[in-house]
């Protein structure tokens, strides 16, 4: 038995055997073209429209996230900038492949250089220059393929055209040597609840029909498995199954100590889902992820409706929204315009907007109307905050706009080690695991080769968060989780036991939560998490737990 390693979409566990993607197909030649420049820009054409109408088509066949996906793809087929290079490559004699394979690459090139959530769009901009050059040649476009029995697919990265379309009978669990946990393999592997794991340098080396474990909570890809690891994991996928399937229930532990267990999300549209699902509220609306793309900032007006949109959703239920948290891995351009060596420790989140207050004014406007408006109980905090002083900053400004609860995300160790003092004046806090294990081990989250620091076990982190548990509690104030680490039921229960009062997460990993939750109290709970603490390292506060919650 071997390991390979990668990130984990969701907390699924799926076996079978290794169907591999075939390989793009090979460069063209830079060769003149026997055609005129009229006749390839005649071919091209035609090819690129026969790709972008394709695209829409699947688009439509598949819905939601993967329609506005595939949509975005036959906007990039048919960009016209793309096509002034396309065409100046024509006019200097050469073949149609080549000129749509050079200039798709130099754009590719450039979006790769940006990182981030616009690095992780090359992948797509490579699928449209594939799928139009294999119309060119006349062959059949690079795809998924059919063993004719269900299959663990293996790929580079899978384009979201494959994705969207994939069928869910035969593709048991998705390994992609590329790709990071917010690329779009990712992102609708998430959506479709399929066992993922993204960027697993490693499975360049797996065999076709080989046997394997996907293991997506562990970010583990098992090879040559026994029969008691198949038997494990069959378990636990029945498991999941069952809990995915028990009726809803508000979130609680074993003995009745409630523990609210609230949604992420990132667009309104998510929310009916999120209801369907047993959110109780929402603890994190990423507001920035509605403008990613906007070159200009949002007027009060388009803010105002999708936070009506949101708020309506959840009469009478918390609902913390978040002000827009611009940098890094989530650029903007009208707050983040300026070049920097290292954004994620740059003008970023609260600094961004306070560099740029009317833009933090107008958010908190277009609130506090979409408060007015609807029965929700709104929750506002703010991103990234270093300091006190940064603290105080954000909660008056917010009351000043008639925020009644306004509150700090925790992601900056510094605001950790002085969350008493941030309580003693904000309403909440919500601790962003994603950022605060990124910050405290010194490891930036969207880099495969650091991956591995990027723990919420870390003991570490996990007394960063008992401070801040500890300062909810002598503040009386509550002290939510947000970051992905909530989604991992033995580590939800740690952090209850640390002293979470709510759990935030992605609405698929709900289920799973609840049912784990369920099982211990809140002395157990505790101990858990001390078993935790006492670790020396991720791993190892990890197995500690596992001791302690079988005890
Ligand atoms: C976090 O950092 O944990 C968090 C919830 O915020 P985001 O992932 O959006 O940075
Ligand atoms: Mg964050």
């Known amino acids: 038995m071997t390991e390979l ?3 984990g979409i969701g907390l699924g566990v799926a076996q079978g055997p290794v169907a591999r993607m075939a390989e793009p197909a090979p460069a063209p030649s830079d060769a003149p073209s026997a055609l005129t420049a009229g006749e390839e820009t005649a071919r091209v054409t035609d090819a690129v429209t026969a790709v972008a109408r394709e695209l829409e088509e699947r688009g439509a ?5 993967a329609q506005e996906v595939l949509e975005a793809q036959a906007m990039m087929a048919e960009d016209p900038t793309l096509a002034d290079e396309v065409n100046t490559r024509l006019a200097q004699g050469k073949t ?17 250089a940006m990182g981030g959530y616009l690095g992780e769009r090359a992948a797509d901009l490579d699928d449209v220059a594939q799928r139009v050059i294999a119309r060119l040649r006349g062959v059949a476009a690079p ?17 979201p055209a494959d994705t969207a379309l994939l069928d869910l009978d035969k593709v048991l669990a998705l390994i992609t040597t ?14 479709k609840s399929i066992v993922a794991i993204v960027g697993a340098t490693g499975a360049t080396g797996l065999r076709e029909g080989e046997m394997v474990i996907v293991d997506a909570a562990a970010g583990v890809v098992t090879t040559e498995p026994t029969t008691e690891e198949l038997d494990r994991a069959q378990n636990r996928a029945a498991d999941r199954a069952a809990a995915a399937s028990a009726p809803i229930t508000d979130g609680a532990l074993a003995d009745g100590t409630p523990v609210p267990l609230l949604a992420n999300l990132g667009n309104p549209e998510g929310a009916a889902e999120a209801v369907a699902l047993g959110a109780e509220g929402v603890g994190l609306f990423r507001t920035e992820f509605l403008f990613l793309s906007s070159s200009q900032a949002p007027t009060i007006e388009q803010q105002r409706e999708s936070y009506t949109k949101l708020l309506s959703a959840f009469p009478g239920k918390k609902v913390v929204v978040r002000v827009l948290d611009a940098g890094a891995d989530k650029p903007l351009a009208f707050l983040n315009d300026a070049h920097e060596e290292n954004p994620a420790l740059g003008l970023r989140g609260i600094r961004a907007l306070r560099a740029s207050e009317d833009i933090l004014r107008e958010q908190l406007t277009a609130l506090a109307e979409a408060d007015a408006a609807t029965e929700a109980d709104l929750w506002v905090m703010a991103p990234m905050v270093a300091t006190v002083e940064e603290s105080r900053y954000f909660v008056d400004i917010a009351r000043d706009y008639g925020i009644k ?25 919500s601790i962003g695991t994603n950022d605060l294990t990124q910050y405290t081990l010194a490891a930036d989250r969207l880099l495969g080769s650091v991956a591995t620091f990027q ?31 909530a989604a991992d039921p033995l580590l939800a229960v740690v952090l209850v036991g640390l002293g979470a009062t709510s759990l935030s997460m992605a609405p698929t990993a709900i289920a799973d939560v609840r049912a784990t939750l369920l099982e211990h109290t809140i002395d157990q709970a505790r101990a858990i998490a001390d078993a935790a603490l006492a670790a020396d390292g991720a791993a190892s506060a990890r197995f500690a737990a596992q001791q302690a919650a079988n005890r």
């Open 96 to 112: 149609g492949e080549w000129a749509v394979f050079d200039a798709f690459a130099s754009f590719r090139n450039q979006l790769s």
């Open 61 to 65: 066949a598949a819905g939601g996230a």
């Open 5 to 7: 390693r990668g990130v």
């Open 143 to 159: 795809g998924v393929p059919d063993p004719g029995y269900p299959f663990v697919l293996v790929a580079k990265d899978l384009a």
């Open 455 to 485: 723990d919420p076990w870390h003991p570490a982190v996990l007394r960063l968060i008992r401070e801040v548990g500890e300062a909810g509690r002598i503040n009386g104030k509550p002290v939510g989780i947000c970051g992905e680490a």
């Open 178 to 191: 590329d790709g990071g946990p917010t690329s779009h393999t990712a992102i609708l592997a998430r959506e």
């Open 405 to 429: 609860t306004a509150g700090v995300m925790v992601e900056v160790p510094s605001s950790a080690l002085l969350a008493d003092r941030i309580l003693a004046d904000a309403d909440f806090a």
